[in-house]
């Protein structure tokens, strides 16, 4: 349910909704907008009676909404959300014009390695620094990711090269370190069901960036977002990274139409990972000009200074000289959209 | 790796060779069939030295295990595991000659709900009641569980009708719960690969149903399960629960298919749920003759007296009698494949 | 549309219909039931005035059909079709209360492999002896099957054991050797929207034999079927072989789930593949048997004496003694679904 | 098998490398590149004895092709192949610097229809006009194209616009008639696999245009292009248009990832078809923005001065405004993949 509030509704009218909607044991969540605020509600879980609602002062209408999704919907919030993320050298906005890149290695394996990788982030002009201290793996014995002291690696990095921190958290546990320490918390791909932990995402101070599940379709994307939003949390950065499907000459299966689709249906930025979304070094290229072609927000890209040693996914991170061509690349192509790169 | 050991290795060759390998840093896991014992070794990222290792007494010798999972291998054991459950009416065995049916609501809404389908559950022969206390839902606003009160219901249900309980865990916190008051654990298809989750229920004191991811393939489902195994815990029960595929004729494709390949590469026993693996009324007793026909080791299927008012899943919850024909039919198929359901 | 006429309804009205919706540049299908005649009409791209219809003599109503097939539906038919195959030895039901075996090698090499394989089927006590003359293979460089000669011999095995003959055409040319040879003429899954051989098939004088496609929905597939009927064929059997999916511990994904969901929508019988549908001998047993347990009119399988040294598809062909335990295997759980195999 | 020859080897040595292959019953296929000559040998089920070819003058190597395809591969040809279209204006290539792009109506449903999107069409310079003249409909009761009239309509299209003509052939006989009217023969997705027309089409003396099937593997698609140049037609155009995956939001998924894929492995040019690929208006501009960017050779789109009533996937066509503006944005990024865009 939406309830829409006129353009010149007051603050105070604003409130008052607000405060009925929350007595009836329900949440309110006002979206303000460039035109008009619209106030979701959340919290029931089958129909309400909103007659109340509808007489009150300020309000246009109330919008029984039948997607399954509310918050993060175009109906909600006309205008693409932008999410800004503090970084020692500034904010870096993730949704508007300009262009954003995350780039850096799958995992710390060491702060030698992580500074090394870093030099070449900075020189390429990325702003934002990705890399894992805690590796979901599908194997318990592949390496699992340095934990907190590849936390306190990064913070270091944040200090020395003013680099934002983008890194994934995998449970309740880690959230509450990543989000000490990281500019952005990733939820990754195998955990975009893991509502718990979409829960606790909700209630973090930090900005959230939330991968596509390996099979998930955008219904059940969108209402993982949702999930983040219903909590508190209005600043996720949705981002693709391939699904399964049958075909075997990609590890998965890039899917640049849902760029389009999310931007029909939903106000939230959207990125491509083209590195996970190929799993092949050589289609990194290709598919990131695609993808900013395409119309996605950013890119969040592995870089590795050494991939043949890589402690993990060598095989789909590219060199920093590919880096920098990249970022060549689609720095042209982005004008073709008319966006730009810093 | 895995270190094989003579057929009359004495214990304490056994005790030997494993602190030989704790040493080094690593954890060994002995494994005792009916004819040898063999240690699995876990805790190695690569390679490691074993030439001192088979110079050992008792040891015949080392193999290196080239598929990704060691634990859950039949090369780890051959014969069979068969998984205890304790109920108040004794012991359920799962993985025997006997076939395991595991039977209730998709979720609990109130006490007489939950007690009115255990009667019924009871009445049809079915020695484990199933009911969700949480559940992952894909909607923020669906119901979610009761929770706690939940499995206090599922408690009385497990004192008043003789019945084991078998009930999902979703997280660290409702883990620590659902080990208190149920029988077996439940891991759902959506947190199957929540490594941090598969830890926890790798030190849990009580049998961990397992259930396959949407898109996992077999190596990835045998690996979850290596988790759980990796952290101690042996008495893992799987079950196939349908994939995602193409098709639109049911809401997962169930893949039986993969009964026969688990039961090729592992020891584990293995359950198949046609209640989510069709996600229609009309197709659950057909292929829980199906199942069983192929091989399966016993059933887990959603029952409801009144599926049209059911809080979640109504749409492939089968009634009471037809949980009584379904035990009839399959009790006869049962015979064809040398099984037999008490 | 559907023309439904009364229980009582002439045949010269049912004739009168027919005239009237032939005169209108349309075809008519007149299609008895047990209960009621119902007249299927096609050949219009879109909507048609059905007015006068209605008014004719001894009909009930005009049915606007929805779903996109119409003679395949139950709607246009309400029981079974049972498909009647001629061979040397008597009439072989297909769809009836016995169930349907055809057995034989993959392709046939030769006279003498023919013959054995052929004496293994007639000793198992199978009808109907399939065997590729044409073979639809990915590569061009693989063998092809022998053309006509591979017909000749498979007319002479008719002769010899009495044998009824399946075999697949692949074009309207082989289509017209086949119907002249065969008693059953079969559509490989390649070929499931080779729309003009569909329509060639439904002119054809032979039952059809029409393989799901490897991606085919449940409606493409029926779709395919009513191409046949629409042609004036109403004798086609449907099969299951396996689907595209991401797995990869079979071939393809065998979707038994369809076998409910076909007989829900269409009177047509289907029967299960089980040496494509798992593409591993050793699974073709435990999947036979699911297949008669969920209910399938039947099996079509792969035999060979020396599968290691056949020319194609070895390796999910099974030898003859697995024959023998399959018949065993499915004659027991055929009782359970009320079935018979003689 | 590939007898690779050396620099400077004569015509002479060339031809009788040739003949001694095919007095062994085989075939050889002479493949000229700039630096060398392969000859490519086919018509081998198995292995063949190799010894007397490689001390023929001339000869450096026989290599084995353990790949499954041959003629198609990079190792057979390491150049591009350049297929040349002509038209009455000029000769068009595909493969080469320059982008192609084809456009047209899904369907030819009459001449003011064909004619009107044919001016549109010249307008946006684009030299090849597709449309359809046989249509492979999952229905038999939709629309199935106008047949040899459309092929008519096409040719005065022809002569009068001075466009290049593509459309489909869907059997032998369509394939007959289509080879005298077209300049390029598509074959489509649904018939990817029928083997008799690929190996018709291989003797067809017109370019051919073969789409990817629904869910064939890149191994599978690169095959049946091998059909078609094993029976000596060596103009084959590839062309991706959407994979069958368990998404929702589009009609098929666009696989752009295969375009870098097949480059590495094959010498033949792949263009795109966006409207199949994703079966919705409003994507097919980004996803043809995307397509060039990933490095495809070219473009086939559908295009419908009035998609509203078009008689068939009018839900795909863009009008002929976006087409405007299609060839507007993929030539602004032409430039960045260093292509052209006539």
Redesign the interface.
Known sequence: MLVVMQAHATEEQVRSVCERIESLGLRAHPIPGSNRTAIGI????GAIDIGSLEAMPGVIECIPVSK???LVSRDAKEENTVVKVSTPAGEVSIGGASLAIIAGPCAIENREQARTVATHVKAAGVPLFRGGAYK????????QGLGEPALKIMADIRDEFGLGIVTEA?????LDLVEEYADVIQIGA??M?????L?RAGRASKPILLKRG??A????FL?AA??IL?EGNYRVILCERG????????RN?????????VQ?RSHLPILVDPSH??GRR??VL??S???????ADGLLVEVHHDPDRALSDGAQSIIPDELQLLMA?VR??A???HRTLN
Chains 1, 2, 3, 4 share one sequence.
Do not use: W
Request: charged content about 20%; aromatic content about 8%.
């Open positions: 959340t919290g029931n879980s399954p999704y509310k979901p793996r599908t194997s318990p014995y592949s390496f995998i449970d309740n546990e880690s195998r955990n069901q893991n509502f718990s932990l829960k390996m099979s379709t955008l219904d059940e209402m949702e999930y219903s699904v399964r499907t049958f075909t075997d000459h990609t299966t890039l899917d640049l139409s849902v760029i389009p689709a029909i979304g190929t050589n289609k290709p598919l000009r695609a993808a900013v072609a395409v119309g690349e042209a192509i004008t073709v959209v």
